[in-house]
T-cell receptor, first 114, second 115 residues
């Protein structure tokens, strides 16, 4: 079946603009995760959803970052008033449930803030 | 904190076994060892995981020491497509404790397969 799908694959924006990144998880996966990966670095956890609720938002770097999930499916990560330090690859992953450590990752959205 | 220590880079000749070490000396009794890899410009890919017994699947083998303080991922016959960054991660299993659901990635080992 289809894997985790993210869109857009690339996004170039100007400093101060808002951006929305989308994630379509694998059908039936109740857990969904957002990570950020800066150039040459490891992945940083941002937020986790179980169903439509977000029990762990501890990784969101500032109040400019928010995320929602609807219908236990699609999730959107929104970054308001983007800054140059927001430039990174944003990765989404899904898993069957929160107890599973097997996460399936999308290819990511490469965000460039000019 | 990643709670694991890996060498930053390794080389392996094509066709040979690649042995990637990982130290996790502070691992708890309920924590599993997971291995993921990230090929350039792709998202991470799950490889294998284990608690205390050695595990094998179609991709790799995982050897965990008896004291569980270290493990080795073995790619038995490395190919050029195995060139990637390999991440060793410890994560609690079973019933969720708040904050334990995520994967905590360190800097991993950059494995280069040499033709």
């Amino acid at each position: 079946g289809a894997g985790v799908s993210q869109s857009p694959s690339n996004k170039v924006t100007e400093k101060g603009k808002d951006v929305e990144l989308r994630c379509d998880p694998i059908s039936g996966h109740t857990a969904l995760y957002w990570y950020r990966q800066r150039l040459g670095q490891g992945l940083e956890f941002l937020i986790y959803f179980q169903g439509n609720s977000a029990p762990d938002k501890s990784g969101l770097p500032s109040d400019r970052f928010s995320a929602e999930r609807t219908g236990e499916s699609v999730s959107t990560l929104t970054i308001q008033r983007t800054q140059q330090e927001d430039s990174a690859v944003y990765l989404c992953a899904s898993s069957l449930g929160f107890t599973s450590g097997i996460q399936y990752f999308g290819a990511g959205t490469r965000l460039s803030v000019l | 904190d990643a709670k694991t220590t890996q060498p930053p880079s390794m080389d392996c000749a094509e066709g040979r076994a690649a042995n990637l070490p990982c130290n996790h000396s502070t691992i708890s009794g309920n924590e599993y060892v997971y291995w993921y890899r990230q090929i350039h410009s792709q998202g991470p890919q799950y490889i294998i995981h284990g608690l205390k017994n050695n595990e094998t699947n179609e991709m790799a083998s995982l050897i965990i020491t008896e004291d569980r303080k270290s493990s080795t991922l073995i790619l038995p016959h490395a190919t050029l497509r195995d060139t990637a960054v390999y991440y060793c991660i410890v994560r609690a299993g079973g019933v969720s404790n708040f904050g334990n659901e995520k994967l905590t990635f360190g800097t991993g080992t950059r494995l280069t397969i040499i033709p």
